[in-house]
Structures are given as C-alpha cells and as structure tokens.
C-alpha cells in the first residue's frame, strides 16, 4: 500500500507516495519521471536522448513500482535511505560531480540572503567572482 | 556563502559587515556538493566567463586565527586586489585541474547520508538523525562541512572539546594551499 515518503535531493525535498516493505521502497515509473526525469522503456531508464541499459529489470521493477535502491545502482547514484522514517537522499555520481568540475566552468547555484531575496552565481556572469564559503561553526 | 543551520546563525556577522556584495545562506550544503567543499573557509576564483580560475583555497580576511593556521591575511588580499586590478594568479586550465580537490563515491555517499541526516534532524528524528550524521561522518572523516559542521545540530560545541578532538585528526587541507604564499616559513607545520 503506498504510504507518505520524501525523497531529498540537491537540497530540495519532494514529498511523494511509495511502497515501503522492510528496507524495500518502490515508486511509481511515473513519479520517477516526473522527480527524477528518467522513464522506463524497453531499452531501458532514459532520459532524453540517454539511455541506460537495465541488466536486471526484475529487480529494478518490482509489482509495477521501481525499487528505488536498485535505481541508483542502476543510474550510479548514491543513496541515503531510512525506510523506517519514510525518507531518502539520493545523491550525484561522483564520476559525473568529477566531469562537472573538471569542466571548470563553475556550477551555478541559487540561494538566498538573510532577508529571503534569491541571488545566483550566473548573475554576476562577466565580472570576477570571490566565492567564499564560510561558516558560523 | 554561510554554511550554517538557519540565517541566524551568520546574521550578527553578515549584519556586523554590512557587505554590499551577496552574502547568503546555505542551510542544505548545496555549495558543498556541486564544488566539492570540504571546510572553511574555502574561496575559489571564478572569471568573467563563469570559469574557475584558481580552485579551492582555505585563506583569511583578517588576521584573528593566525596563531591556529598560521596564515596571514596580507598576502592574500594582495593577490586578490592583483587579480582584480590586472587579472594576476589566474592558473591555467590544467593547473586548476590538477589542485582542484574531486569527490569520491564514499564522499558523495557520505554527502546523501548528512542531507538524509539533517532532514531527519528537521523533522524531529533525532534518533535516526543520529545514525546517518555518524554515517557520514564515517564516510567521509576529512570533511568538516560534515564533521564539524553537524556539531552545533548534534548539540556539540564546534569550538569545545569535540573540536580539537577533531583538529587532533589533522585539519582537512587543499592542495592549493600548499603553494599560496600566505605562511612565514617558520608557520608552516600549522596545527
């Protein structure tokens, strides 16, 4: 039976409906597509013109959902889970958090100032940026 | 950018400065994740074209925690006023690559399990909170964005006991500053 589940990612928590049994969590194909942008096809997850092959599809699909734990095996990912609380983190491969950087262009980000206001890194585009990250800690 | 719990937590400093350029609050550690930052205070360089110019940098504005890193401030705001002004210390391209520090698989787990952690933490899971911070913390030993940064939600003190528990594991060090000239000779062993 589905139940309440978040799934945290880039910062952001979506609040979705999941099958929970044990440590198993299993989500509708179409919510993973909506959330995460991959649909499942004969050829496998796809996301736009990729697709990844799927070795194991009896253990990716499971009763019609997609398990999550053998998603981010599939895609790469990691993944934080506590099943019993009704909450994941999946995060980014560490060989595509690698190209990205290794890319040297600089990830833009939004975030806001202490009175709400959102600023992004690709605002300041043409000028020279400090980054400075720092901490009350 | 503040690395902190909530905008409180960086407001006396962030209003104490008054800063005319932004200054904003990270609460979910989105900086660390798509730059791979393991400590403050960490400072990149980025150019008029939105590229990293010089990677990763642990330096200071003033010289209140000199005695603790031995770095000093001077130096360091003069290579910045140099690359303003004329575009000095930009590093080439394979340079940046070279000192630029990359995740790993255990360290990007290890940042999953802080998110799943710190949002067990919001919901009142303390419990559960608890296990995926040490999770993390196991994960990814040379990050203080997790390790020290969890102490204040942990209900540890960052700058007490647990700190220099901490600090007696060696201080987490970008390859970078190694080679900014910011340390008298003397200073170099550091902490």
Partial sequence: ?137 | MALDRCADDPRAFIEGAAPTHPSLIDTEHVLCELYHIVNVPTMLWIDEQGRICRPHDAQYGTDTFTQFHGKRSGPYLDMLRAWVRDGEGSLAAEAVRRLQPLPTADSQLARCEWALAWHLHKQGRGEASERHFERASQLAPKDWTIRRGSMPIRGQNPFGPEFFELAGEGVPEYALEAITPTRDEGDRSGP
């Fill in chain 1, 1 to 137: 039976m589905a139940t309440a589940f978040t799934l945290v990612e880039e910062g952001r928590s979506f609040d979705i409906q999941a099958d929970v049994s044990g440590s198993e969590v299993r989500i509708d194909p179409t919510v993973v597509e909506q959330l995460l942008g991959w649909a499942l096809k004969p050829e496998g997850l796809c996301r736009g013109d990729v697709c990844v092959a799927v070795r194991d599809r009896d253990a990716l699909v499971v009763g019609g959902g997609i398990d999550l734990a053998a998603l981010a095996t599939v895609l790469g990912r990691p993944l934080a889970l506590e099943a019993g609380e009704g909450v994941a983190a999946i995060g980014t491969a560490s060989a595509d958090q690698s190209a990205r950087l290794a890319s040297l262009e600089a990830p833009d980000f939004t975030l806001p100032d202490l009175e709400g206001k959102l600023h992004s890194l690709s605002e300041h585009r043409g000028k020279k940026v400090l980054l400075i990250a720092y901490a009350s800690w």
